[in-house]
């Protein structure tokens, strides 16, 4: 028969700018030792070599920022959320922040539940694109039945149909100097991708856009972002290069009815 | 001032991080407030540099200073540097992403004479002069110090002074008096006067050397009666008094020394005769074990590390190693923290006390008996007999440890195929122990390593005035060893001997070298240290088209009266000490530890330490 653990948290947390180029394993370390510095009560292994009780959600590659990353942390004794979120951000160094906790009740844990990710992706055409243009080709490339990409593993090449995974694309126009050319729905509103827009503008190359999009992530089933660019270029003979990937949201459950990882209903 | 590094350029480079700062305990200040920018430069990658204690205590030294920000800058790998070329990015600090080139300081630490080419590299990368004599009062003052800052001639040309010794309080007494300058309209050249007032200032313009017609030095002297003759170090008289950071920045990514590193004691008390160290950090002066767990707390809870190292050149001679690894066991095994000892002799107490710290495979201990004859270890003073070696490896096998390193020198002064053939026996011994040491005892799968360096003279030792061996000697004599040592245990490695050669140029060097520096350096040398990065056959280009003899500084044997290029540079210990262990070196003489006799060496004149 399995404990039930009660001294348990589900923490939510950032990874800002300041921190995106940290491996995932350098950012465990670097959790492990602001728990420590914080004095918290977490929970150790047992075993010749203890070690924190922690369990991250899915890792983010390298040079990608998120809003919504999520941890696991067991303690020794009871923890109140709003105490553990208030005491550990005193400890973590800029760009990473706990914006959400609550108590675990369940034992399921972050990382084998993960079933999707929302983000926000900007993107540049080398070529002058409109939005509508740009809207009928999303709008027939999710209507195909399959859309088959070459997926390369560690040793060999295999073809995936990554149609299942794509659950929802949407194009937003990046409108800096305040022209006021789209709808206000097509335009971005994301502060993660505006603020990059504005500290880089004058690097940035012309025709910039926002991909909003829903994909399937986790252990099961797992589109990156950049695949899903790569098949549209492909398909659609366009030459969209990415700019800046971010992370929005970290999903739980299933397709038909993804949950917040918090427990809250997501739609 | 401020530089933005692109998404594009980090995305592909390795290891990004290098590059970002940000990291837990880094320092930031508002500009608006800050009148003394300080750029510290490490000429190597950031993970070799983030390991160097000096740098972490300089670092907050300076930022203590509410006026002085000091950031931090290190060399960027190829990768990095040829896409910063290719974009027009200067070297920039990792606080703030500035461009150094309005620094008012740029710092080089100068750890091994294999990082020279990296220092004009990086001066050439911040768009500052690399020669001195064109930097004007738009540029900063570029200085440096540490341990090869005790022979500083080789980059007399590049650097504007000099902080010989330890740089807790010079550091801030530089900044006074720039604080002083910089509101005054003086020129470089009046700042540069002041300081020399300073004491452990060396400012190499105001100094003008002279050569005899066989290349050797005819004289050093200050050009003003106003300028010291000789440039005497600063030491930390009390260390428990001296600044300690009580935080220390943690890095993201993994670096060499990725753990706390508790500063026990400087100098050495043993006098090994090859070793640099061992002199110019004389004399000894210890923290107590109060003030250094009061330290480890601090630094614990400021860190969140979760590893302690016991630092120092050889941790055993710490007078109160037990009180300090008691206590140190009684705070940090509640919460996790291991520590670990390394310089440590090996005995029975130490053995004990490192399952106690640490939980490691029992799989590595490393000992250094240097030579592989009782003859050649008396020659180089190492106070260490085949008795205390077998004893010490017996002690760890029946301990249940199955793997040990042998480090060895080959090169020695005096040395013979005879000596080198006592270093395969010595190993084939060590073998002989673990087979006899019962087998419920020792750890399985017996492994050795031995690995052979290649001597190098070094100033202000007693072998500064000795010849090195020639390259094809000292393969001659690698082979010779790895001939002899044929055994299925035993794992056998060598430095290259090219790299031991540019060294032993560099260490004992003058100024005439400077312009070889630049040669080479526009042949594309840099990161000589890095095995896959050194270029031989460049440097001995550089070397030719200077027309600078290499085996002039390196394979030649020196007089006693010779001027030697650092003979203006006084670290305590004198010439006179290093010329009676020099003799005494020669008539296979050992010298007592600076605890059980004082040797006369000279340091008693800095008023501290073991000394009084």
């Known amino acids: ?267 | 001032m401020n530089i933005k590094i692109s998404d594009k350029i980090l995305q592909n480079v390795e290891k990004p991080s290098r590059y970002t700062g940000n990291e837990w305990n880094s320092i930031h200040k508002n500009l608006d407030e800050i009148s003394i920018r300080f750029a510290f430069c490490f000429p190597d990658v950031y993970e070799v540099g983030m390991s160097h204690l000096g740098m972490k205590i300089l670092y907050h030294v300076l930022n203590e200073r509410p006026e002085t920000y000091c950031e931090r800058v290190f060399a960027p790998w190829i990768d990095m540097e040829s896409k910063m070329r290719e974009n027009n990015i200067p070297l920039f600090t990792l606080e703030t992403q500035s461009s150094i080139r309005q620094f008012d300081f740029v710092g080089f630490t100068l750890q091994y004479e294999m990082s020279y080419t990296n220092i004009i590299n990086m001066l050439d990368l911040s768009d500052i002069p690399i020669l001195k004599s064109e930097r004007t009062r738009e540029h900063p003052f570029v200085c440096a110090g540490g341990p090869c800052a005790y022979n500083p001639e080789p980059l007399a040309d590049f650097v504007d002074f000099f902080m010989l010794g330890e740089g807790e309080e010079i550091i801030n007494e530089v900044m006074d008096a720039y604080i002083v300058w910089k509101d005054a309209d003086l020129s470089r050249e009046d700042f540069l006067r002041k300081i020399t007032e300073i004491e452990g200032i060396y400012v190499p313009e105001f100094y003008v050397v002279e050569y005899n017609h066989d290349n050797t030095i005819k004289s050093v002297l200050p050009k003003n009666n106003i300028y010291p003759e000789k440039i005497k170090k600063r030491i930390i008289k009390d260390l428990d008094k001296v600044f300690f950071p009580d935080k220390i920045i943690v890095p993201f990514t993994g670096i060499v020394h990725d753990r706390i590193m508790l500063e026990l004691f400087r100098g050495c008390i043993r006098g090994c005769r090859f070793c640099q160290a061992g002199f110019i950090y004389r004399p000894v002066r210890e923290r107590t074990s109060d003030k250094l767990l009061e330290l480890a707390g601090k630094l614990q809870q400021s860190t969140g590390y979760e590893e302690i190292s016991l630092t120092s050149l050889s941790t055993s001679d710490y007078s109160q190693l037990k009180e300090l690894t008691e206590g140190l066991i009684c705070e940090m095994e509640p919460k996790k923290v291991n520590f670990s000892l390394p310089s440590l002799r090996i005995d029975s107490f130490s053995l004990e006390l490192m399952e106690k710290a640490q939980k490691v495979r029992k799989s590595g201990l490393t000992f250094a008996p240097e030579a592989g004859s009782q003859r050649l270890r008396n020659v180089i003073n190492k106070g260490v007999t085949e008795e205390d070696l077998i004893n010490s490896v017996s002690t760890a096998f029946n301990g249940g440890w199955s793997g040990v390193k042998l480090y060895f020198m080959l090169g020695l002064p005096t040395e013979t195929f005879e000596d080198i053939e006592g270093i395969a026996e010595l190993c084939k011994k060590v073998v002989d122990v673990y087979m006899q040491t019962p087998k419920d005892k020792r750890g399985k799968g017996l492994s050795i390593n031995v690995s052979a360096s290649s001597f190098v003279p070094k100033p202000f030792t007693p072998f500064q005035w000795e010849a090195q061996d020639s390259i094809d000697v000292l393969k001659e004599k690698q082979m010779h060893l790895k001939e002899k040592i044929k055994n299925k245990y035993i794992k056998y490695s060598w430095h290259d001997p090219y790299v031991s050669f540019l060294e032993a140029i560099f260490a004992r060097g003058d100024r005439r070298l400077g312009k070889v520096l630049i040669t080479a350096f526009r042949k594309g040398c840099k990161f000589d240290s890095w095995g896959e990065h050194f270029k031989h056959e460049k440097w001995l280009e550089a070397f030719e088209q200077c027309g600078v003899d290499p085996h002039y500084y390196a394979n030649r044997k020196r007089n006693y009266d010779e001027i030697l290029p650092w003979d203006h540079i006084d670290v305590g210990v004198t010439k006179k000490f290093l010329k009676k262990e020099s003799e005494k070196a020669n008539s296979e003489q050992i010298t007592s530890n600076c605890k059980e006799a004082c040797s006369g060496c000279g340091v008693v004149s800095f008023d501290g330490g073991v000394c009084n």
């Open chain 1, 1 to 267: 028969m399995e404990v039930f653990v009660i001294n348990s948290i589900r923490a939510k947390f950032t990874r800002g700018e300041e921190v995106k180029y940290i491996s995932h394993l350098d950012l465990m370390k670097m959790f492990e030792r602001a728990l420590r510095r914080s004095g918290l009560p977490i929970a150790y292994s047992k075993g010749f070599n203890p070690h924190p009780q922690l369990v991250f959600g899915l890792p983010l590659s390298v040079g990608v920022t998120s809003e919504a990353e999520y941890l696991d942390l067991d303690f020794d004794i009871e923890l109140e959320p709003d105490e553990f979120t208030e005491r550990l951000n005193k400890f973590l160094p800029r760009g990473v922040v706990i914006t959400d906790a609550k108590k675990k009740t369940e034992k399921s844990n972050i990382m084998a539940s993960i079933a999707g990710a929302t983000y926000e992706i900007l993107i540049s055409s080398s070529t002058y694109v409109e939005m509508d243009q740009i809207k009928n080709i999303l709008r027939s490339f999710l209507e195909r039945d399959e859309i088959i990409i070459q997926k390369q593993s560690k040793s060999k090449v295999k073809m995936v149909d990554i149609r299942p995974m794509i659950h929802s694309i949407y194009i937003k126009s990046i409108n800096v100097k305040g022209d006021k050319l789209h709808l206000e729905n097509d335009i971005c509103d994301d502060p993660w991708i505006l603020n990059y827009v504005e500290k880089f503008y004058d690097d940035l190359p012309e025709n910039l856009f926002c991909l909003s999009m829903v994909l399937s992530a986790g252990s099961v089933a797992n589109l990156k972002p950049e695949y899903l660019v790569k098949a549209l270029n492909n398909v659609y003979d366009c030459d969209f290069e990415i700019i800046k990937i971010h992370r929005s949201g970290l999903l739980t459950g299933k397709a038909e009815r993804f949950t917040d990882p918090l427990n809250e209903v997501y739609n």
